[in-house]
């Protein structure tokens, strides 16, 4: 490996390995070191049994199965998975993995990890948050609307309408209503602009 590769992939903040046909690791940086907690000397010339006992029984064994499918298919693999070491802690990983035939003709796969917990936690605590924030304003409205005069219930749906209306374009989440049928028939933007679409093509066309 040269020293431009070597430095790249040492700097690399994304856990990355080598493993050749055999599965046995060949290299590990230290983005993999510290991520799983693993001395390189622990893990270069082993297989990933070696690295599984650290998870829970569970995913270990789950785990096993599916490497040893990919390796014997040689399969590409790209997903997002969420594992238990056995500690208890949990963690989201984004893997992607890809075969190649090196300088000498052998295969190897090159596997990139990215711990990408933090940032799925951040996600479902603000999906939370703007839950419980619908949930406020659904019993504010309802405390009002038990205390109003039959003439101003009208103005106050209205108006109570409207906010829920705002949430609902503005909601960092996507959302769209379908019918039974699977047809689109309502959507807001935050999930137009994360599929790509416009709305007039998207309400209407079957889900």
């Known amino acids: ?3 431009e590769l070597s430095f790249i992939l040492e700097k690399s903040t994304s856990a990355i390995c080598y493993l050749d046909e055999l599965a046995i690791f060949t290299y590990v940086n230290d983005s993999f070191c510290k991520l799983f907690k693993i001395e ?3 893990i270069i010339g082993k297989k ?8 829970s ?9 599916e490497y040893e499918k990919i390796f014997q298919r040689k399969e590409e693999v790209y997903g997002e998975y969420t594992v238990f070491l056995k500690t208890g802690k949990r963690l989201v990983l984004e893997v992607s993995l890809k075969f190649f035939d090196d300088s000498s003709g052998r295969i190897i796969a090159i596997i990139f990890i990215d711990d990408i917990t933090y940032f799925r936690d ?6 939370q948050t703007y839950k419980s924030l619908i949930d406020l304003q659904f019993a504010i409205d309802q405390s009002s609307m038990a205390t109003v005069t039959d003439e101003s219930a009208e ?3 209205a108006a109570s309408e409207q906010k829920y209306r705002l949430l609902y374009e503005n909601a960092p989440i996507g959302i769209m209503l379908v019918d039974i049928d699977g047809n689109i028939v309502e959507s807001n933007q935050y999930l ?9 093509e998207f309400i209407g066309s079957r889900y």
Do not use: H, T, W
């Open 155 to 157: 103005e106050l749906l």
């Open 192 to 200: 137009l602009q994360l599929l790509g679409y416009e709305r007039k």
């Open 57 to 65: 029984i569970d995913d270990s064994l789950a785990m096993q199965v």
């Open 122 to 127: 951040s996600e479902l605590a603000l999906i």
């Open 48 to 55: 990933p049994d070696a690295l599984l006992k650290n998870f």
């Open 1 to 3: 490996m040269d020293k």
């Open 40 to 42: 390189k000397n622990e």
